[in-house]
């Protein structure tokens, strides 16, 4: 069994979906398991999805150390850790910060860095990294309000965060096969390199450092090199198909609080053809009014058409939404979404749809939801999961950046 521990819901929620792509059966757990959660029988991977990409260092890592022994009790041999696929991180962490003392709770000496998902358009190739073709620090992502990523040299990003020499696994020994990679990891480790920035850019380069790497106890990385080893493991499987999920009835909500420009075209079409609300702070900027006027609303509204609640705006509006509402505006609009979340589920919804990291581990939180089965996935990296208490919910946690314009139209259309 492998063991996968994310940084954020989101992130959780895309690897399990790579995992389970691969053939293997996969539970999702939110939040640092506690008392005496297990994963159910059949279990061949559980990711853990934490919420501790932006949080203090100190604080991810001792969250991550307990998810770490945690699955090390409960016979997981191997470790990765997940991160996003941009490298969302300041200059303190929280990648190198973790990624050290995973390794040194693992008393391992080196591991990879391997950020790429080729299906998304980010590729690694001389240690930079690049999100469709454009180089990350001219990307959308150099304006992240929390993590600001100007710098794509993963090496010297890296660098700033852990006091331990960072290396290279270039693209041209990447291409020349599993044999090739072994030996140049050798000489890595033989010069005392600890983290390993891995080139690819195809899915074929992630399959070959899978071969190469695949006993590693602690790997890195996005959902690219997590889905290769997936891969690696069901190689000799006979029954890799999953059976398919048959839709929970009753209401659908979408929940929308990521501001990224893909989620912002998802919203544009849903609009269209849901009956929709939004949060907008600057009409209404006391939170309690702002949350009794978004319930009422969907009260009269939630029924056999799905619905749609979004905070999601336009740079222009968060400013004059900021301006209102002050510097705690997203954390209130975030708690605001997860509140009607659950009004929602208690009046009935049973299909809940969220776009936004953030929004994400708000809207799991409300619900206290602790553990889903990952089934099929709506897009690349955005699968539907099933919870396992009652009532039985069919969860679509959407990471800001990802899915195609008509997503959000699509996750309801059974409804």
Same mark, same amino acid.
């Given at each position: *069994?492998?063991?996968?521990?994310?940084?954020?819901?989101?992130?959780?929620?895309?690897?399990?979906?790579?995992?389970?792509?691969?053939?293997?059966?996969?539970?999702?757990?939110?939040?640092?398991?506690?008392g005496d959660i297990? @994963? /159910?029988?059949?279990?061949?991977?559980?990711?853990?999805?934490?919420?501790?990409?932006?949080?203090?260092?100190?604080?991810?890592?001792?969250?991550?150390?307990?998810?770490?022994?945690w699955l090390q009790q409960r016979g997981v041999r191997q470790v990765y850790f997940k991160y996003c696929s941009t490298f969302d991180s300041t200059d303190d962490g929280n990648i190198g910060p973790v990624t050290d003392a995973l390794l040194d709770r693992a008393a391992e000496s080196m591991t990879l860095i391997s950020p790429a998902s080729p299906e998304h358009g980010r590729t690694v190739y001389q240690g930079h990294l690049?999100?469709?073709?454009?180089?990350?620090?001219?990307?959308? *992502?150099? #304006?992240? @309000?929390?993590?600001? *990523?100007?710098?794509?040299?993963?090496?010297?990003?890296?660098?700033?965060?852990?006091?331990?020499?960072?290396?290279?696994?270039?693209?041209?020994?990447?291409?020349?096969?599993?044999?090739?990679?072994?030996?140049?990891?050798?000489?890595?480790?033989?010069?005392?390199?600890? #983290?390993?920035?891995?080139?690819?850019?195809?899915?074929?380069?992630?399959?070959a450092v899978a071969?190469?790497?695949?006993?590693?106890?602690?790997?890195?990385?996005?959902?690219?090199?997590?889905?290769?080893?997936?891969?690696?493991?069901?190689?000799?499987? #006979?029954?890799?198909?999953v059976t398919p999920r048959?839709?929970?009835?009753?209401?659908?909500?979408?929940?929308?609080?990521?501001?990224?420009?893909?989620?912002?075209?998802?919203?544009? #079409?849903?609009?269209?053809?849901? /009956?929709?609300?939004?949060?907008?702070?600057?009409?209404? /900027?006391? @939170?309690?009014?702002?949350?009794?006027?978004?319930?009422?609303?969907?009260r009269a509204n939630l029924g056999d058409t799905p619905v749609l609640i979004y905070s999601s705006a336009a740079s222009e509006q968060r400013e004059a939404a900021v301006a209102a509402m002050g510097p705690d505006t997203a954390d209130i609009l975030e708690r605001t979404l997860g509140t009607l979340a659950r009004t929602a589920v208690e009046l009935g919804a049973r299909r809940v749809v969220v776009a936004g990291g953030e929004t994400s581990g708000a809207v799991v939180n409300a619900l206290g939801i602790q553990t889903v089965v990952v089934t099929d996935e709506a897009d690349r990296g955005v699968p539907w999961c099933r919870t396992t208490g009652t009532p039985a919910l069919d969860l679509l946690l959407k990471s800001g950046n990802f899915g195609k314009p008509d997503l959000l139209v699509r996750s309801m259309e059974e409804v």
């Open positions: *069994m492998i063991g996968c521990i994310a940084d954020d819901y989101t992130g959780g929620t895309d690897v399990a979906a790579a995992l389970r792509r691969a053939g293997l059966h996969t539970v999702l757990l939110f939040g640092a398991p506690t297990d @994963p /159910p029988p059949g279990c061949e991977a559980v990711v853990v999805a934490l919420k501790t990409r932006t949080i203090p260092a100190a604080d991810a890592v001792r969250q991550s150390l307990d998810v770490q022994q690049f999100v469709n073709g454009v180089l990350l620090s001219q990307s959308p *992502m150099r #304006h992240h @309000p929390l993590t600001p *990523m100007t710098d794509p040299d993963l090496v010297r990003v890296l660098g700033r965060q852990t006091k331990h020499p960072v290396g290279l696994l270039p693209l041209t020994v990447v291409r020349e096969g599993s044999s090739a990679i072994v030996a140049h990891l050798r000489r890595l480790r033989a010069d005392a390199i600890r #983290h390993v920035v891995v080139d690819a850019t195809e899915d074929a380069d992630l399959l071969a190469a790497a695949g006993e590693y106890p602690l790997l890195t990385g996005g959902a690219g090199l997590a889905g290769a080893l997936g891969q690696h493991l069901a190689a000799d499987r #006979h029954d890799p198909a048959t839709p929970v009835a009753g209401p659908g909500i979408v929940l929308a609080g990521s501001c990224s420009a893909a989620t912002l075209e998802q919203l544009e #079409h849903a609009r269209k053809v849901f /009956p929709s609300y939004r949060l907008d702070p600057a009409s209404t /900027p006391d @939170p309690t009014r702002l949350l009794e006027q978004a319930t009422g609303w969907l």
